[in-house]
């Protein structure tokens, strides 16, 4: 494997365990509000985003690749309304696909078609994060503002159940 991509595959370890820290901060923003439903999502969120370190972790291993471990960053968990956090998931899921399709790029040109492979299931799961995030918004626009339509969110998005990614290394 070419120390470019490698490389990035271990920056990418660290934003996804990052991804997970910034779910859980908005995770803590929302329980302090009484929004459990919103909070259980979040958590299971940040579930999948430790997950999905590990499966970076587990990729550069089984290739024979060292695994840096960094500083994961703290977030900054100003949020001023109960909009704000929806926004900055969905923004930081923008940035997620971003640095995968970097990873992608990088992999392609060095001609590391078994990371490339191994990238398709993260550009799958990168879009279907992004809508995630994108129907909050539209669901909080939509009832967000009416307290029996914020209760019934709330209540649909305590339903949320954390299940295990099933990617093959």
Do not use: C
Request: aromatic share 14%.
């Amino acid at each position: 494997m070419e120390a470019t991509v490698s490389a990035l595959l271990n920056q990418q370890i660290n934003k996804e365990f990052y991804s997970a820290y910034l779910y859980l901060d908005i995770a803590n923003f929302y329980a302090s509000k009484g929004l459990d439903g919103f909070a259980n999502w979040y958590q299971v969120q940040a579930k999948e985003e430790q997950d999905h370190a590990m499966l970076f972790y587990q990729y550069l291993h089984n290739n024979g690749q060292p695994v840096i471990l960094e500083a994961v960053g703290k977030p900054d968990g100003a949020f001023a309304s109960l909009e704000a956090p929806l926004a900055a998931a969905l923004e930081h899921e923008r940035y997620v696909t971003a640095l995968i399709n970097a990873i992608y790029t990088a992999a392609q040109a060095a001609q590391d078609y078994r990371t490339v492979q191994f990238l398709d299931w993260f550009v799958k799961e990168q879009g279907e994060e992004e809508k995630n995030a994108a129907d909050l918004i539209t669901k909080m626009e939509l009832f967000g503002s009416d307290a029996k339509g914020l209760y019934m969110l709330n209540s649909e998005l305590a339903a949320r159940v954390y299940t295990a990614p099933s990617l093959v290394l």
